[in-house]
């Protein structure tokens, strides 16, 4: 079944304290995507990946870092998180101008 | 700011009614996409319409694109209660060979039984 799997979906954590999320796709998609969710703001963009070690900075990169070593994985890292990164986090890929597919989402608080 | 802004935020209907939700967007678009959301979930894609073209369909849903107005509507006719989810448009720009995808805000709707 073609699809996007994010872990952990549910996360609660500290202040500082190093996190990653992951994201996997089976679909052979060069396009990767994290979006953070928040009451009234829609998804906003934090960082996509092109293809295999390429990536941008999207509107919301501050306090994000991702990775893109192989074509599959596209981890979300958070090297110390604060709580104003308590939010709900999508993954998402396509190819070329194809829609994209979208994780469950991951619901992330940072106390 | 968004790229996508929606319009209204939150519609309430009947079921059996039809809906409209609208989007306008600020920049030059290579296609727009609509995504439904139920509560929590992930986004689920709706319908995909390019710069070049006007209108699509597909099933009760039928979207529009007007270029020259930077802006879309999404129609839902024979509206159900299953209708009820969020609904968000979403703009694709290329830029120095990199595309970059924009949502916007959404529309909550609730399809009243």
């Known amino acids: 079944e073609a699809q996007v799997t994010q872990n952990p979906r549910y996360l609660i954590t500290v202040t500082g304290k190093k996190l990653t999320v992951t994201c996997s796709q089976n679909m052979n998609h060069e396009y990767m995507s994290w979006y953070r969710q928040d009451p009234g703001l829609g998804l906003r963009q934090i960082y996509y990946?092109?293809?295999?070690?390429?990536?941008d900075k999207g509107d919301v990169p501050e306090g994000y870092k991702v990775s893109r070593k192989e074509k599959r994985n596209f981890p979300l890292i958070l090297e110390s998180p604060s709580p104003n990164q308590t939010s709900l986090y999508f993954c998402?890929?396509?190819?070329?101008?194809?829609?994209?597919?979208f994780g469950d989402g991951t619901r992330l608080s940072i106390l | 700011s968004q790229q996508g802004e929606e319009d209204p935020q939150a519609l309430s209907i009947q079921e059996g009614e039809n809906a409209t939700m609208n989007c306008s967007y600020k920049t030059s678009i290579n296609n727009l996409q609509w995504y439904r959301q139920n509560s929590g979930r992930g986004l689920v894609h709706l319908i995909l319409?390019?710069?070049?073209?006007r209108e699509k369909h597909s099933g009760r849903l039928r979207v529009t694109l007007d270029t020259s107005k930077k802006s879309s509507s999404l129609l839902i006719t024979a509206s159900r209660a299953a209708d009820t989810a969020s609904y968000f448009c979403a703009t694709e720009t290329l830029s120095g060979g990199y595309q970059k995808v924009t949502f916007g805000t959404g529309t909550k709707l609730q399809v009243i039984p």
């Open positions: 990946s092109m293809n295999v070690e390429v990536t």
């Open positions: 998402a890929s396509k190819n070329g101008d194809q829609p994209q597919h």
């Open positions: 319409i390019r710069s070049n073209e």
